[in-house]
Structure formats: C-alpha cells, structure tokens
C-alpha cells in the first residue's frame, strides 16, 4: 500500500513523503479497511511540527480516522462488517491506501454520505460528544463559551450546545468566520482579531458568569475562562493550540501563562477542570469511543450535527492541507480524498 509517512518535524512540504509500506495485519479485535479518505484534525498539525507527545517518533504514518470498507478482520470482528462502508478512528495509520483499527471504534455509514461529513464525525465527532453528552452535559438557558467555534470540534459543539437550547458565545478569528458563525445562530460571535475576547465576554455577560467553557487553546485563555466561570463552572480544556513553538522554552511559557490551579479554591467556589484526550479515552475505554460514535451517526442522521466541510484535498496536497488547517484561516472539516 502507498502511505504519507512523516519522516521529519517542520514544514510539512518537506517532511512528508509518499512510501510504498506492507498492508497492516489485523489483530484478532481489528478490523481491515481500504481506506476512501481521511481526516484532518489540529493534532495531526502538532505531530507534524514534533509538538505532539503522543505521537510516535519519526518515520510514522499519522492519521486519527478514516472513512472507507471493510475488507477483512481479525476472529473477534464481527463477519457482517465486511463490505460495509465505515468511518473508523485510528490510532495512527490513518494516512494510508489500507487501516486497521478496532471494530468498536468504527461506525457503519450510508454509501451517499459525503467524505468531509463522515471523516467529521470521528475525532472531532466523537471529542464533542464526550465532552457535551458524557462528563459535562449541557441543559437550556447556560452560558456556554466555544474557543475555536468555527472549527472541526468547536463547531459540532455550538450545534450540540444550540440545541440544547444553550446561550453560546464563539470565539473564532476574521469577519468570514463571524458570518459562519452568526448562520449557525450563534447568539455572541467574538472575533479575537478586534481585542482580547476576554474583555468582550466581560461587557456581554454583565453580572452573569459563564456556566461552560469549551477550551482548545489553554495558556492565557484558561485563566482569563477560570475567571469569568460562575459557581457550578466547568472548564473542559481539549487543546493547546496558543502553544504554538517547540521546545522546553515554549512549554514552560505556556504552562506558565495557564497559571497556578490550588484544589482547595476549586472546591470552595464550585468550579470543575476536566480534561481531555480521545486518544486515552480510546485506548483505555473503547466501549465509550463506540457508544460516542453510535451516537453521533445518529445525531448527523437526524440532522442534529451538520459538519460543514472547509475542503476536499486529493492525496497529493496533503501538505498544503496541513497547512492550511495550521494558518488557522479553515472553517469546519479538511479531508483528503485517494
């Protein structure tokens, strides 16, 4: 099979390179997929520049999911799965013409359903999920915050939050993104390139406090969202994307700029930091990765989740998608087609 391998950190024009690699083997819970396409997802941008600790070293094939059909499995995947389109998480390996991954991490789909829409539907479909349906439900009349709203995740979050009948403030950068977010009914659009969205939320909440804050950046966004959370808050830090540069240097920065966090204060005033890695959540509890990713094939099927897609990249732009989701000027999903 032929795979984007990523044989250094840096630019990605230089550090991809198509290769020739045996077709995996599926272990016994796996199932074989010839893979139609993939995702992109802002983690694949940190593995790419080395940023990404998860991420194996160097050559590696990255990817987190993929859409396409099942060809064969291991003797715990169910027989009925072959044949049948998919859209699947990966543990890596995603960037490649052949896939395994564990049948409980893949959801069948309708053979009409759009690449980009599929391929959303996994990572970012299923990071939403759990964060909004599973460790921090959301209920009508909360004041939810989405940092990155028009992203992969950041946008199923305003849909799922919308929904619920939530009052949601998005932030995201640049007057096309506003618009985006102002047709999806957003009721605050904050746009971070006019000021700090810090002080806007201030002047929108007046002497209310947010009840959620859905957190892809971290460093200096966590403390200034630590501070506009009223009692019975949560903070639901996904991301680290203000981290930005490499090295010792900028991790100490961008812990640094998060602040301290003392449990007892917490506890006092009634606020909650929750953490998130679908990764661990993959590794450790596949059964919730399978039950987020029922779900929101159903959610897409009853019109609930609408990803809009950014672009659909064949194979040989790889690199330009990369950087384009790494500019930060993309709305919604990138996907890259074989």
């Excluded at 997929?33 to 993939?38: A, I, K, M, T």
């Excluded at 359903?113 to 299923?126: D, H, I, S």
């Excluded at 998130?276 to 779900?295: D, F, G, T, Y």
Aim: proline fraction near 5%; glycine fraction near 12%.
């Amino acid at each position: 099979m032929q795979a984007w391998t990523l044989t250094s950190h840096g630019d990605p024009h230089k550090g991809f390179v198509l290769r020739e690699h045996p077709d995996p083997a599926p272990a016994r819970h796996q199932a074989l997929l010839r893979v139609e396409g993939f995702g992109l997802n802002f983690a694949d941008v940190m593995a790419a520049r080395g940023l990404y600790r998860d991420a194996p070293p160097v050559p590696s094939i990255l990817g987190y999911e993929v859409v396409g059909r099942v060809e064969g499995g291991g003797s715990l995947m169910p027989k009925d799965l072959i044949g049948k389109r998919v859209v699947a998480m990966t543990r890596f390996g995603g960037y490649a013409e052949m896939a395994v991954t564990d049948h409980r991490a893949m959801a069948v789909i309708p053979d009409d359903m759009p690449l980009g829409e599929a391929a959303a539907l996994a990572t970012q479909g299923c990071t939403a999920w759990y964060m909004a349906r599973v460790i921090c439900p959301l209920m009508k009349g909360q004041r939810v915050l989405v940092h990155s709203a028009a992203g992969g995740v950041g946008q199923l979050l305003v849909q799922l939050a919308l929904h619920d009948g939530c009052e949601v403030f998005g932030v995201a950068g640049g007057k096309r993104k506003m618009d985006h977010l102002k047709a999806m009914g957003v009721q605050h659009p904050i746009d971070r390139h006019t000021g700090d969205p810090a002080n806007k939320l201030r002047e929108l909440l007046g002497d209310h406090r947010l009840d959620v804050s859905f957190n892809a950046v971290g460093g200096s966004t966590f403390k200034k969202d630590m501070g506009l959370l009223g009692s019975g808050g949560r903070i639901v830090l996904y991301g680290g994307a203000e981290r930005g540069s490499s090295g010792m240097f900028g991790t100490l920065r961008f812990v640094w700029r998060m602040g301290l966090v003392v449990p007892i204060f917490l506890m006092m005033r009634s606020k909650s930091i929750l953490g998130v890695n679908m990764l661990r959540i993959s590794e450790h509890k596949p059964e919730v990765v399978a039950e987020c990713l029922r779900a929101v094939v159903e959610a897409h099927g009853a019109g609930i989740l609408r990803p809009h897609v950014h672009e659909e990249y064949h194979a040989d732009r790889l690199a330009s998608a990369h950087e384009d989701l790494a500019s930060g000027r993309t709305i919604g999903k990138l996907v890259v087609r074989w």
